[in-house]
Nanobody
Framework: QVQLVESGGGLVQAGDSLRLSCTVS????????MAWFRQAPGKGREFVAA????????YDTNSVKARFTISRDNSKNTVYLQMNSLRHEDTADYYC?????????WGRGTQVTVAS
């Protein structure tokens, strides 16, 4: 059974950085496309970034490109989201997702709060 556990969220000031981690257990991590989504208070869940098994990356260019970086360490079964120059509007619950043909698997999320 695949399980995803996020960590690294917290309360920061505008302009600060955070690195989120998501560790996956079960399955073969190196073969998965992994993604980060976020959900701000009162809003729907939105795509942030994804990384394929071969390291190809995609970002939501409207909001996070050039500030956020997604990466993975297959030896640790972990995907990361480095977030720099955080803004108040980045405040959200951040969710890790494993993308598969059978559907997405989700973690429980980690909360990021950016004080303005």
């Amino acid at each position: 059974q695949v399980q995803l556990v996020e960590s690294g969220g917290g309360l920061v000031q505008a302009g600060d950085s955070l690195r989120l981690s998501c560790t996956v257990s079960g399955g073969t991590f190196s073969t998965y496309t992994m993604a980060w989504f976020r959900q701000a208070p009162g809003k729907g869940r939105e795509f942030v970034a994804a990384i394929t098994s071969s390291g190809g990356v995609t970002y939501d260019t409207n909001s996070v490109k050039a500030r956020f970086t997604i990466s993975r360490d297959n030896s640790k079964n972990t995907v990361y989201l480095q977030m720099n120059s955080l803004r108040h509007e980045d405040t959200a619950d951040y969710y890790c997702s494993l993308v598969s043909v059978a559907g997405n698997y989700w973690g429980r999320g980690t909360q990021v709060t950016v004080a303005s």
